[in-house]
């Protein structure tokens, strides 16, 4: 059964700063990785997809990284903003690729 | 295009009484989800709609919950009698993609949240 680990569980930068979010999954045999976006009392926002052939995939300020063999994904925000403050969640597909199974999500924090 | 529809926004009940949900996709989207999201914890399947047959709901506590979705478009999640630790966030969520979803984005509501005393 697929596993996805996200850590920190609470991240508070100042503005300005890079940032990496880690995430982690148990069973390596994955067709993608999504990186999602949630807002307080909102649904998900789907930000990068990053196929298993891919090494990376970018997005104005936002670069997701994949290394399947090691079971991680990063997400790299650059230049952080107050405005990209918001709980970042990652998810795999399972179920045989019909369903996303979801990390706890990191909530980020950037102070002005 | 306007995106997946979801009502009531907030529920409050006390424990032991019934409550419904709605979920109206995007047009044309074959597939529908929903999914629990627990205070702190990431979402989690309850059920899986392919048009309208179940595809998976094998997370789903059938003794007090059930799911819907009459026509293969809108759907309703219903719990009865409800439990404290059902005090979450609902969310449904839709695919214009059947089968597997390697590429195929999904598109998620606002959520309704329920709080369970």
């Known amino acids: 059964k697929q596993e996805v680990t996200q850590i920190p569980a609470a991240l508070s930068v100042p503005e300005g700063e890079n940032l990496v979010l880690n995430c982690s999954f148990t069973?390596?045999?994955?067709?993608?990785l999504q990186w999602f976006r949630q807002d307080p009392g909102k649904g998900l926002t789907s930000l990068l997809l990053i196929q298993s052939s891919q090494r990376e995939q970018t997005s104005g300020r936002l670069n997701a990284s994949l290394d399947k063999s090691s079971g991680r994904s990063t997400l790299y925000i650059a230049a952080s903003q107050p405005g990209d403050s918001a709980t970042y969640l990652c998810?795999?597909?399972?179920?045989?690729?019909?369903?996303?199974?979801f990390g706890s999500g990191t909530q980020l924090t950037v102070l002005p | 295009e306007a995106g997946v529809a979801q009502s009531p926004r907030y529920k409050i009940i006390e424990k032991r009484q019934s409550v419904a949900f709605w979920c109206n996709p995007i047009s044309g989207h074959a597939t529908l989800y929903w999914y629990q999201q627990i205070l702190g914890q990431g979402p989690k399947l309850l059920i899986q709609?392919?048009?309208?047959?179940?595809?998976?709901d094998s997370q789903l506590p059938k003794d007090r919950f059930s799911a819907e979705r009459l026509k293969g478009v809108d759907s309703t999640l219903k719990i009865q009698p409800a439990k404290l630790e059902d005090s979450a966030v609902y969310l449904c969520?839709?695919?214009?993609?059947?089968?597997?979803?390697?590429?195929?984005?999904?598109?998620f509501g606002n959520g309704t949240r329920l709080t369970v005393t």
């Open positions: 998810a795999v597909p399972s179920g045989s690729a019909r369903q996303l199974t």
């Open positions: 969520a839709s695919s214009p993609k059947t089968g597997a979803i390697y590429n195929s984005p999904l598109h």
């Open positions: 709609f392919q048009n309208n047959g179940v595809v998976d």
């Open positions: 069973d390596s045999a994955i067709y993608n």
